[in-house]
């Protein structure tokens, strides 16, 4: 299967520049949360383990891909992805995606609405192919440090 494929508003894939590119919903975070539009369109990167978000919503806006707003690195943090199906009010659409973070200073959230069942999918089955390999060493870490006993 290829993962070339965009699903942002206009299109927009820069072709050999990224693993995967498109437009979702992100939850707000911070202040953000309390907002009255606590989801945002945002543009979404993958490349390689490094997933991005930016401040605009389609690639073809962005005018510094070197800048995201935020960035993951899904090989050295230990996450895990979820998928849902969820009408609730104030989602944008039912399309929910989770990424749950794990890191030393506790457990923080990524909640993306995406446009379609497709494009959930194919950005689960990215961030998911992820999903553990950095828990491992995290875990390790931690228990190396006497936080938890083995």
């Known amino acids: 299967s290829n993962l070339n494929t965009s699903f ?7 072709p050999g520049k990224f693993d995967l ?16 539009n606590k989801w945002v369109m945002r543009c979404f ?4 383990p490094i997933l991005c978000y930016h401040e605009e919503p389609d690639i073809e806006q962005v005018t510094d891909l ?5 960035r993951l690195n899904l090989q050295k943090t230990g996450t ?3 998928m849902h199906s969820k009408q609730k009010p104030g989602l ?15 457990k923080r959230k990524w909640e993306m609405c995406c446009t379609s069942k497709e494009q959930q999918v194919v950005w ?7 999903d553990g390999k950095a828990a491992a060493a995290e875990v390790d870490m931690v228990a190396g440090s006497g936080l938890i006993s083995p």
């Open 8 to 14: 942002g508003t206009k299109g927009g894939f820069v």
């Open 21 to 36: 590119c498109g437009s979702m919903y992100k939850r707000r975070g911070g202040f953000g949360r309390n907002a009255e």
């Open 45 to 48: 990167t993958l490349y390689g």
């Open 66 to 70: 070197s800048n995201p707003r935020n």
């Open 80 to 82: 895990i992805a979820e």
């Open 92 to 106: 944008p659409t039912e399309h929910l995606l989770t990424i749950n973070i794990y890191t030393i200073r506790g």
């Open 124 to 130: 689960y089955n990215a961030i998911y192919a992820f």
